[in-house]
């Protein structure tokens, strides 16, 4: 059974441009959900998809990043304009039913903002 | 937010030896995990242990829940070099996972 799929693995922008992260998900996990981890912490949850719709997105910067997840499977984040705060690994996550069940991640992409 | 704390923050061991660290955490769960992070990759899940639960083991992994206490164990027997990694406890509470900074173990030959 393939693994929670992220691309790209590492990514190098210049700050104020924009950035996006792609995730898909293990075959027939309803949950999707995308953390930010800074070094030295663990994932904090950005937003969390049941099926196609987000239901928690309450610690996601609205002013600059942005998410969907079409069709229920694959999601793709997005952060435009990029900071230099923004430099960390963003993981995503997927779970067969709920947050209380446990989640898969991916490898992460790891975004450098210079 | 990152509701679990744990205990101690590094961890440095020889092989062979057992290694134990704590979680303490602030509200009611609905169950409590761990999880394991190999430099540069993603979190692998290790065990899940349910509020109702005290104890549960998987290979040479040992967790305890106290509820009263709010806290959580881990404990690897025998460990190996490959044992070396962040190790994060979880916490099933409202409507999210919330996890903590992570013990970082080495384990040297």
């Known amino acids: 059974e393939a693994g929670v799929v992220q691309s790209p693995r590492y990514k190098i922008i210049e700050k104020k441009q924009p950035v996006a992260f792609w995730c898909n998900p293990i075959s027939g996990h309803n949950t999707l959900y995308w953390y930010l981890q800074n070094l030295g912490q663990g994932p904090e949850l950005l937003i969390r998809y049941e099926n196609e719709e987000a239901v928690d997105d309450s610690q996601l910067p609205k002013d600059r990043f942005s998410a969907e997840r079409l069709k229920g499977v694959d999601s793709t984040l997005k952060i435009q304009p990029a900071e230099l705060g923004d430099s960390a690994v963003y993981l995503c996550?997927?779970?067969?039913?709920?947050?209380?069940?446990?989640?898969?991640f991916g490898p992460g992409t790891r975004l450098t903002v210079l | 937010s990152q509701q679990g704390e744990e205990d101690p923050q590094a961890l440095s061991i020889q092989e062979g030896e057992n290694a134990t660290m704590n979680c303490s955490y602030k509200t009611s769960i609905n169950n409590l995990q761990w999880y394991r992070q190999n430099s540069g990759r993603g979190l692998v899940h290790l065990i899940l242990?349910?509020?109702?639960?005290r104890e549960k083991h998987s290979g040479r992994l040992r967790v305890t829940l106290d509820t009263s206490k709010k806290s959580s164990s881990l404990l690897i027997t025998a460990s190996r070099a490959a044992d070396t990694a962040s190790y994060f406890c979880a916490t099933a509470s409202g409507y999210a996972l919330n996890f903590g900074k992570g013990t970082s173990l080495l384990v040297t030959p």
């Open positions: 242990i349910r509020s109702n639960e």
């Open positions: 996550a997927s779970s067969l039913g709920r947050y209380t069940d446990t989640q898969y």
